[in-house]
């Protein structure tokens, strides 16, 4: 078996030759988060072309998917509650041309 060398002094060690000093000020700027938000609207309002409607939901329809979750809910439509056409008159009349009651 080989036994391992003890480390020589003075090796592998850090030293302070050549090391820049950094500024805990400068360090805070170049971390600090840049606001994007003039650049983005900037972006967003120039392009201002806006797609056909028919278009915009062929779209949709295909990238909504085949699970009931992502169909959009169908809308019923609203049924008028059915009423006579007759009114009471006429079935009196109709009642007296039929069975002959006067």
């Known amino acids: 078996r080989r036994r391992k060398r003890a480390p020589e002094p003075g090796r592998n060690k850090p030293t302070v030759k050549g090391r820049v000093v950094k500024s805990a000020i400068e360090e805070y700027h ?13 972006y967003m309002l120039k392009g201002r072309l806006v797609a056909d409607k028919a278009i915009t939901e062929k ?7 085949r699970k009931s979750k992502d169909q959009p809910p169908e809308k019923a439509e609203k049924k008028k509650p059915e009423g006579t056409v007759f009114t009471e008159e ?8 039929y069975f002959g009651i006067p």
């Open 90 to 97: 006429d079935f009196r009349k109709f009642e007296r041309e």
């Open 59 to 65: 779209v949709l329809a295909q990238n909504r998917g």
């Open 30 to 42: 170049k971390k600090k988060p840049v606001n994007h938000l003039r650049e983005n609207l900037q």
